[in-house]
């Protein structure tokens, strides 16, 4: 069955901080995803990587980083955290690219920042 | 600009009742369209997509939708819904033209009366 798995359900950290979010898919899947999710807002895209060490952003890159050092392994980084960066994270993968391949998600990371 | 209207923020449908959730999209060509459901404190999943040919798409759970190029529309649509069918319901479309990038609507929150 494939999986995607985010290593923390529930974060809460003080402004300020550096916060690692991380995402794991045993699904060989060339094409990982990070996306904020925010009532009324829908899904936007902060960054993605379609191989290793190679990065796009997205829609809302600012304040936020990855790294991509091995193909399962994708990491949302925020160097330092704002309030204004409370939400729920997504992680994707997908093995097709630039032909609408599936999106398979983790349950989401939900991140406070106090 | 490419975009996703989902223009009911919330749906309230009595059990057994039918379903039909409204999606509409703007872009220049037929994109790859799709219909993920996100389950409470859950990530998202496919209900189903929608690639080229037929276009009444047949997907889990009982879901189907149909794709209508003049209405630039992709309708989520269920004959008899379950308790178990509310949760959140997110129409995204994917440019044909070899980019990564999914664009989600904003979600439709579905309830259930017993």
């Known amino acids: 069955d494939v999986k995607v798995t985010q290593s923390s359900r529930y974060l809460v950290k003080r402004t300020g901080e550096k916060v690692f979010l991380e995402c794991v898919q045993d699904?060989?899947?060339?094409?990982m995803f990070w996306y904020r999710q925010d009532p009324g807002l829908g899904l936007r895209l902060i960054y993605f990587?379609?191989?290793?060490?190679?990065?796009e952003k997205g829609d809302i890159p600012e304040g936020y980083s990855v790294s991509r050092e091995k193909k399962e392994r994708f990491s949302l980084i925020l160097e330092s955290a704002s309030t204004n960066q409370t939400s729920m994270y997504l992680c994707?993968?997908?093995?097709?690219?630039?032909?609408?391949?599936?999106?398979?998600f983790g349950e989401g990371s939900r991140l406070t920042v106090l | 600009a490419q975009s996703v209207t989902q223009p009911d923020i919330h749906i309230t449908v009595s059990e057994g009742a039918s379903l039909e959730l409204r999606c509409n999209y703007s872009?220049?060509?037929?994109?790859?369209l799709f219909w993920y459901v996100q389950s409470p404190g859950q990530g998202l999943q496919l209900l189903l997509k929608?690639?080229?040919?037929?276009?009444l798409v047949q997907g889990i759970k009982g879901f189907e939708a149909e794709f209508k190029r003049s209405q630039s529309s992709f309708n989520l649509r269920k004959p008899s819904v379950h308790w178990s069918d509310a949760a959140e319901y997110f129409c995204?479309?994917?440019?044909?033209?070899?980019?990564?990038?999914?664009?989600f609507g904003t979600g439709t929150r579905l309830k259930v009366l017993a």
């Open positions: 872009y220049g060509a037929t994109p790859y």
């Open positions: 994707a993968s997908s093995l097709l690219s630039g032909e609408g391949g599936e999106l398979f």
């Open positions: 699904m060989d899947h060339e094409n």
């Open positions: 990587s379609y191989d290793v060490k190679m990065k």
């Open positions: 929608y690639f080229s040919g037929d276009t």
């Open positions: 995204a479309v994917v440019p044909t033209s070899g980019t990564y990038k999914y664009i």
